[in-house]
């Protein structure tokens, strides 16, 4: 059975880091693109970063150079770097991936995913 299981999260003041983790336990995991999401109360899940085969990412707008999406092929692996966090990123945090080439920040683009992690920033 497939799992994608994310770590990190937690409870943070404003303005701290946090690292997300992800690993997959997935053959051939250089041959997934994989994706980080997030969804809050009340409000739709959003595409926050993808990382493709190719190990180039693509961001949402409202990144701002604070989030950076990484992977570690030889641990099945993916990791969402927060800086500079702020209260509106409170969520839960999910990872997903997808066999093949693709860039999408779209979730139903993604047909694994993980169970989230939640992420807590207080002013």
């Known amino acids: 059975q497939v799992q994608l299981v994310e770590s990190g999260g937690g409870s943070v003041q404003a303005g701290e880091s946090l690292r997300l983790s992800c690993t997959a336990s997935?053959?051939?995991?250089?041959?997934?693109?994989l994706g980080w999401f997030r969804q809050a109360p009340g409000q739709e899940r959003e595409g926050i970063a993808t990382?493709?085969?190719?190990?180039?990412?693509r961001y949402a707008g409202f990144v701002e150079g604070r989030f950076t999406i990484s992977r570690d092929n030889a641990k099945n692996t993916q990791y969402l770097q927060i800086n500079s966090l702020k209260p509106e990123a409170t969520a839960m945090y999910y990872c997903?991936?997808?066999?093949?080439?693709?860039?999408?920040?779209?979730?139903?683009?993604?047909?694994?995913w993980g169970q989230g992690t939640q992420v807590t920033v207080s002013s």
């Open positions: 997903a991936a997808i066999r093949g080439w693709s860039n999408a920040l779209v979730q139903g683009n993604y047909n694994l």
């Open positions: 997935l053959y051939n995991y250089r041959t997934y693109s």
């Open positions: 990382i493709d085969t190719y190990g180039i990412t």
